[in-house]
T-cell receptor
Framework: NAGVTQTPKFQVLKTGQSMTLQCAQDMNHEYMSWYRQDPGMGLRLIHYSVGAGITDQGEVPNGYNVSRSTTEDFPLRLLSAAPSQTSVYFC????????????FGSGTRLTVV | TQLLEQSPQFLSIQEGENLTVYCNSSSVFSSLQWYRQEPGEGPVLLVTVVTGGEVKKLKRLTFQFGDARKDSSLHITAAQTGDTGLYLCAGDLGNEKLTFGTGTRLTIIP
């Protein structure tokens, strides 16, 4: 099925560990982004990309790295996990200009202990 | 400071009633989107409004974009239990960054 695929769905990390959240889309969308969702705070933009080889910071980028080597993939790396990064992470993709809206993945629930 | 304020935060009504959810900002948006999110899933796009004063209908859901493109509303007629979920508005300031409101959690009681 066409859409945005996120893996893993659940992950528990110890403080200081690193990991990569995977995101892939098969709709040939130029725009991809990562959000985190915390209770009472809505979705906050971490990083985004307007095309292969181009990335930029969102509202809460600290502690996260991204790269965009292909149109399809946009992995999110946690360099040294902290309890404050416990959250649900969503990847989204869409056409440039955003007038057509985004397609979201089903999320990764991350717990840092 | 939240760029987009949604109200109410929580709403619980009986099946068959009507309701309106609001999304307000002091900023002007080039477009505004509404999403619905169910537990354990990502948000799903309902509609995008682009022109000030625009009204779009999706079955029993009516979306309106304010004339000044700073606010929007979602009206549901004759609510059904399937309408239960978290409703999110999201605004595009034209800078490639979509900003989300904190959401309205809607519960429809059978």
């Amino acid at each position: 099925n066409a859409g945005v695929t996120q893996t893993p769905k659940f992950q528990v990390l110890k403080t200081g560990q690193s990991m990569t959240l995977q995101c892939a889309q098969d709709m040939n969308h130029e725009y991809m982004s990562w959000y985190r969702q915390d209770p009472g705070m809505g979705l906050r933009l971490i990083h985004y990309s307007v095309g292969a080889g181009i990335t930029d910071q969102g509202e809460v980028p600290n502690g996260y790295n991204v790269s965009r080597s292909t149109t399809e993939d946009f992995p999110l790396r946690l360099l040294s996990a902290a309890p404050s990064q416990t959250s649900v992470y969503f990847c989204a993709s869409g056409d440039r200009g955003q007038s057509y809206g985004y397609t979201f993945g089903s999320g990764t629930r991350l717990t840092v202990v | 400071t939240q760029l987009l304020e949604q109200s109410p935060q929580f709403l619980s009504i009986q099946e068959g009633e009507n309701l309106t959810v609001y999304c307000n900002s002091s900023s002007v948006f080039s477009s505004l989107q509404w999403y619905r999110q169910e537990p354990g899933e990502g948000p799903v796009l309902l509609v995008t409004v682009v022109t000030g004063g625009e009204v779009k209908k999706l079955k029993r859901l009516t979306f309106q974009f304010g004339d000044a493109r700073k606010d929007s509303s979602l009206h549901i007629t004759a609510a059904q239990t399937g309408d239960t979920g978290l409703y999110l508005c999201a605004g595009d300031l034209g800078n490639e960054k979509l900003t989300f409101g904190t959401g309205t959690r809607l519960t429809i009681i059978p």
